[in-house]
């Protein structure tokens, strides 16, 4: 496809309009694919959750693995500096504990 002879404003409508194809495509192509999947596995005597789930006693990790948690405190002076609550005291949670503060008073 030779573009060199379109406008500025036809190559700008072409840009416009490439991101909307290219997800309308992919969309379509995973549902061919994702058909075609489901009738290959069908054919052996499967199906695409037996096989995604993983064989038995494989552990299949959660949709919630790796996700972040929430900081329950925060520095009262440097914003930045938070912790969950998890894990080992960061080394500034452990001088304001030392200094006669309290995880309640770092509450978020």
Known sequence: MDISNLS???????ERLIPREIKRREAEEKVKVRKELEAFVQA??????????????????????????????????????EWTG???????VEAWLANGGNLDQLAI
């Open 86 to 92: 998890r894990g080992r005291k960061p080394k500034w």
């Open 44 to 81: 052996r005597g499967f199906s695409l959750n037996d096989l995604m789930g993983g064989e038995a006693g494989e552990k299949v990790k959660s949709a919630r693995a790796g996700s972040k948690v929430a900081a329950k405190y925060r520095h009262p002076q440097q914003a930045d500096l």
């Open 8 to 14: 500025l404003p036809e190559l700008k409508e072409l």
